[in-house]
């Protein structure tokens, strides 16, 4: 049961980090976005 527990938690922090770099992606891309109809 611990193992499977263990595996568990690898999987979850998996699609957390997965989650968080395409947030991460889309806000930079939102940022450059921004920035060029701030400066046209």
Known sequence: ???YD???MKVYVYL????YSE???S????FKN???IILN
């Open 1 to 3: 049961m611990i193992g």
């Open 6 to 8: 263990r595996i568990k």
């Open 16 to 19: 957390l980090a997965l989650i």
């Open 23 to 25: 947030i991460l992606k």
């Open 27 to 30: 806000a930079k891309q939102m």
């Open 34 to 36: 921004t920035k060029t």
